[in-house]
């Protein structure tokens, strides 16, 4: 019997993601925030769930070592989505990704000017992207976490980073200067086991894709 895994991270992506499986009739048969096991069983008898960090998540599918995951766009386009298959945008931790400055910074002086800039970001290759295509030249600073500190120690001029409520900005006296992208997560499969698995793959695929379908009717 074939048996599929489903690569997701703890947090609001499973969170978020659990309704959408539930409505496909997938239920976990723990939940990860309580349990230490990073591979819990579910419902289905041929159905598993490993628990990886959000970054991972694509490399895990990439690999062929999950069968399917759920990513967000901002950690799809760091990996390259090289070896993924996208069939379905889940419509879950929806956020943008922008630039922001401290308060104060002369960001459109800066912009004219188009001088150098500092940016500090976990996002090193969107980044480079979106300055590259503005013709302004950034010297990237790669973090790992709260990139809103960069700028208030003089680390940088601008960070490029997630703002869902903008609670965070704001409680650090920094303010969005420009938009990249909308993000939101997307389901992500392993194209050899869409193949080779075809007969449990795609039913729990339709699943997924009518629960995003009634959520949004909702
Ligand atoms: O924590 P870890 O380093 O293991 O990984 P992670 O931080 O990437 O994982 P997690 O679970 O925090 O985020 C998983 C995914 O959720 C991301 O890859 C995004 O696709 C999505 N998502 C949606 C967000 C946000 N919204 C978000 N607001 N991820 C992070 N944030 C952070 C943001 O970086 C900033 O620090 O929340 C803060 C801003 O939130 P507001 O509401 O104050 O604006
Ligand atoms: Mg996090």
Redesign the pocket.
Known sequence: MTTLTFAL?K???FDETLPLLAAAGLHPAEDPEQSRKLIIGTNMAHVSMLIV???DVPTYVQYGAADLGVA????LLEHGGEGLYQPLDLEI???RMAVATRRGFDWAGSVQRGGRLRVATKYVRTAREHFSAKGMHADLIKLY?SM?LAPLTGLADVIV?????????KANDLVAVEDIMP?S?RLIVNPAALKLKRDRMQPLIAALARAVRERRAA
């Open positions: 991270s947090g609001r992506i960090r959000a970054s967000g766009r901002d950690v931790g929806q956020c976490g809103e980073d997630l703002v869902s409520s903008g609670n965070t900005l993000i997560s």
